[in-house]
């Protein structure tokens, strides 16, 4: 009696790990960059509670739309590895992708461009740049808007990729020039402040501002880019989708760590305690927020405290030679 061969593999199933492992692979980053946002957002409300009502606006909008991102993102995982399992038809709809994505990357990604420009414009009381600026975020931010609008309609993924193509070309490829331009602005005008007549203090906060700059515009540039070249040589998988899930995340963890910057963290290895100083305000004062751990043989204590100190010597100085009040 002949044994019949064991029934084949459907010829979709060995490619599906093109369209679900970059969907994988992003929702994880996306939990992680979310539970990295929040400690951020914690430490920020905690240490600045008399911060610019700009700041807390923009913090708060960001923690909205990344909790809306995230519920669309979770949404569709849960329907691709869960409940639809296995259907090559659940696997084609778009579900709240169109939301999720292009809409509110952004969306976040707008915020994240418009706060670098306020402080490119107050560093350098110039409205060249931040004009630029300006202009090619309103670009990236139609550009996201018509993506979405466009996944919406189609319903499903195989029928955008041709239609899709060009407004997520544009998408990318502004948010990717926004942020070079951002790091160019700001290593501009920094370098340009600077005379050999700057008080060190000066001088670090300069640098740092500089540093803090550059390493979080090259790094939003750098994951636009990338994920530009993967849609563009990879158009028919989601490999894209492996950087595009949590990209507006990228965005929202830098300006909370820019904010947040205007703090340090000093050590005291000799009491045994660590101090988190957090500064805030004008240059003229500074909130001082220590967090003092203290272990003895018989007990473990922590305790908090904060005040606001007045550094009047130190504010004049600063005031002085950087020829601004404003808050950086």
Known sequence: MDSQPPPSMPPALPAMGKFTIPILVGTLMNYLLIGALFVQVYLYFLAFPKDNIYHKLAVGFLVIAEVLQTVGDSRDTIRIFGSGWGNPEVLESVGWSWFSVPVMGSAVASVGQMFFACRIYVLGNNSLIPALITTITALQF????????????AKIFSELQMRLEVPLVVWLGAMTFANLVIVAGTAYYVIKK?????????????????RVTVETGLLCASFALVNLVLFVTYGGNNYHLGICIWLCKVYSNSILAILNSRGHIRNSASQRSTDIVLQSGSPSAALHFAVHTTRTEDSSRTEFAGNFLAIPNRGKRLEAEMGAGAEL
């Open 194 to 210: 600077r005379r050999p007549d700057f008080s060190r203090l000066t001088l670090t906060a300069l640098s740092q501002i500089l």
């Open 142 to 153: 139609g550009a996201g808007i018509w993506s979405g609008v466009l996944i919406y309609r």
